[in-house]
């Protein structure tokens, strides 16, 4: 079956690193996403990896990849107070095919 | 206006009433996704349109919840005789799928928040 785990909730202080993990199920999995989401905002997609990479990285944001053991993080370097949010990881086996979602990791910075 | 829009914003009914939400894509996009996301969870998939017609509706819960896309653009997602456990956020995304492009990135709408009472 297909699905995504990931922990509901993660604070950290303001410039820490946040690290976010999910793992997931399905082996046919080829996108692997984060996704944003804030208050009254609607959902915004931050990243994604192909499943034949182990690493990305943009900017502030590391997504890391262990395919095996199907687990997927996504680093925040230098949190500032604008990355409180809720963080979904999210897969699809193809970009056209349904993704599938996590409950989502709500992020909250403490000064 | 350049994304995807969903009308209306926010829908109050009451339960045993239908309902009809409606998703209108980027233009040109050619792929169109329903989701619903509850309170606290993420976006479940309800149902994909490639053109006019369903390519995956294996997200449909029950035979309450029908959509269409008569002309491939506009989508309106149907649910009959509303339950309160319909209550949800309404998801629409659009994709412009095809051709020899690597990655299709499905853009989300804000999303129409039903309230069954």
């Known amino acids: 079956g297909e699905d995504v785990e990931q922990s509901l909730f993660l604070s950290v202080r303001e410039g820490d690193s946040s690290v976010i993990n999910c793992t997931y199920t399905d082996s046919s999995s080829t996108y692997l996403y984060w996704y944003k989401q804030e208050p009254g905002a609607g959902l915004q997609l931050l990243t994604y990896i192909f499943s034949n990479m182990d690493m990305k990285q943009d900017q502030r944001l590391t997504v890391l990849l262990n395919k095996k053991d199907k687990h997927l993080s996504l680093r925040i370097a230098d949190t500032q107070t604008g990355d409180s949010a809720i963080y979904f990881c999210?897969?699809?086996?193809?970009?056209?095919?349904?993704?599938?979602f996590g409950s989502g990791t709500r992020l909250s910075i403490r000064p | 206006g350049a994304g995807v829009s969903q009308t209306p914003s926010n829908k109050v009914t009451e339960k045993g009433k239908y309902v009809e939400l409606r998703c209108d894509p980027i233009?040109?996009?050619?792929?169109l996704y329903w989701y619903r996301q509850s309170l606290g969870q993420g976006p479940e998939f309800l149902i994909y349109f490639q053109g006019t017609g369903a390519a995956d509706d294996s997200g449909l819960p029950n035979d309450r919840f029908f959509a269409v896309r008569p002309e491939g653009s506009v989508s309106t997602l149907k649910i009959q005789r509303t339950e309160r456990g319909d209550s949800a956020v309404y998801l629409c995304a659009s994709s412009l799928v095809g051709g020899r492009r690597f990655y299709n990135e499905q853009f989300f709408g804000p999303g129409t928040r039903l309230t069954v009472l």
């Open positions: 233009s040109g996009h050619t792929a």
């Open positions: 999210a897969e699809s086996r193809g970009s056209a095919s349904k993704i599938i």
